[in-house]
């Protein structure tokens, strides 16, 4: 088992829907949360971190870390066809390691 | 700023060669991490600097090595080519020793014959 699960998708939703991304862990000893949006042929773009459990918010993007469930979230609202990407979630280990999800590929059409 | 940059962007190599990978972090930044990104695995911390000093590694074997210079410029060369070493190698530098902010540059795409 993989230490972050991530579904690939590919996630194909229209234009303006609310679109929600996920990924679970298995090591309690995760202390950061990232969200990253890697677009093809480029290196991945940091959109937002978490330390704790909650919310963050960063206009579009919410960003969502439920540390007893081990599951985060990200969620886009007004979705548009430049947000369609490939989204991977990272994780802070406490060695100080980035551990990255696989990443879910994301379509959001016209 | 400029952002993160590597050269070259593409490389063709043969099987039993080696290649060398350059990064030039963003100015200001003292860590420079190195991952491999293949669709099987996704992406691998192969391993980070911090003011010329190796501060973490990750699984891969010894033929993986690199090395930061007092710039913060960071090479990475990996010997004895295997089919399997086909990736986009990335690099990502951080102002600090933390790795939550890092910026990751666009990649040398490496394929291997």
């Known amino acids: 088992q993989k230490e972050v699960e991530q579904d690939p998708g590919p996630l194909s939703v229209p234009e303006g829907a609310i679109v929600s991304l996920n990924c679970t862990y298995s090591?309690?000893?995760?202390?950061?949360f990232m969200w990253y949006r890697q677009y093809s042929r480029k290196g991945p773009e940091l959109l937002m971190y978490?330390?704790?459990?909650g919310n963050k918010e960063d206009g579009r993007f919410t960003a969502q870390v439920d540390k007893s469930s081990k599951y985060i979230s990200l969620f886009i609202r007004d979705s548009q066809p430049s947000d369609s990407a490939t989204y991977l979630c990272?994780?802070?280990?406490?060695?100080?390691?980035?551990?990255f999800g696989t990443g879910t590929r994301l379509q959001v059409f016209p | 700023k400029a952002g993160v940059t590597q050269t070259p962007r593409y490389l063709i190599k043969t099987r039993g060669q080696q290649v060398t990978l350059s990064c030039s972090p963003i100015?200001?930044?003292?860590?420079v991490s190195w991952y491999q990104q293949t669709p099987g695995q996704g992406l691998q911390f192969l391993f980070e600097?911090?003011?010329?000093?190796?501060?973490n590694k990750g699984n891969f074997p010894g033929r993986f090595s690199g090395r930061q210079f007092s710039n913060s410029r960071s090479e990475m060369n990996v010997s004895t080519l295997e089919l399997g070493d086909s990736a986009l190698y990335l690099c990502?530098?951080?102002?600090?020793?933390?790795?939550?902010?890092?910026?990751f540059g666009p990649g040398t795409r490496l394929l291997v014959l």
């Open positions: 090591n309690s000893a995760f202390q950061y």
């Open positions: 990502a530098s951080s102002q600090g020793q933390g790795q939550e902010t890092q910026y």
């Open positions: 990272a994780m802070i280990e406490e060695t100080d390691k980035l551990i």
């Open positions: 100015s200001g930044h003292r860590s």
């Open positions: 600097y911090f003011s010329e000093t190796q501060r």
């Open positions: 978490t330390y704790s459990s």
